[in-house]
Structure formats: C-alpha cells, structure tokens
C-alpha cells in the first residue's frame, strides 16, 4: 500500500522515487545490522531531505507509514 504524496507538493519529488529511496535505506540498513521493526529516519534526494517513518513487517516487507519533507 503507498501513502499519499501531497506531502511533496512543491518539492519536484514524487512518491515513487521517495518511497524507493525510503526502501534502498532501510533494506542497507537492516542488512547492514540485521535490524528489523521500526525505522525512523531521513533521506536526502536531490538536495531535498525527506524524513520517514516506516517498518519491516514479518514477511520482510517494508510498510512506509509517512514521509514528509525537512523543514515544511
């Protein structure tokens, strides 16, 4: 399920390539240290820094709760 975008009004970003980057984070950092539940983090795509909330749920996909540019 994708969350809506409005959030990203105004940004030149869109959903996909946020909740991509979203993905790409999380999955590098839960390999990384074999961490799974929630995340909470930031992602900085083309100069615009998005922070997220998200988790991994129990079949190993990512559920990507909210996302919202810094400072808006």
Sequence with gaps: MRVSS?????????????E????QSIRSSANA??????????VN???QE???RAYII????INIGTYYPVGQ
Excluded: M, P
């Design 6 to 18: 409005r959030h990203l009004l105004g940004t030149g970003l869109n959903g996909a390539e946020v």
């Design 20 to 23: 991509k980057a979203i993905e």
């Design 33 to 42: 240290s074999s961490a799974t539940g929630n995340f909470w983090g930031r």
């Design 45 to 47: 795509i083309r100069g």
């Design 50 to 52: 998005i922070e997220y």
């Design 58 to 61: 129990k079949d190993g996909n």
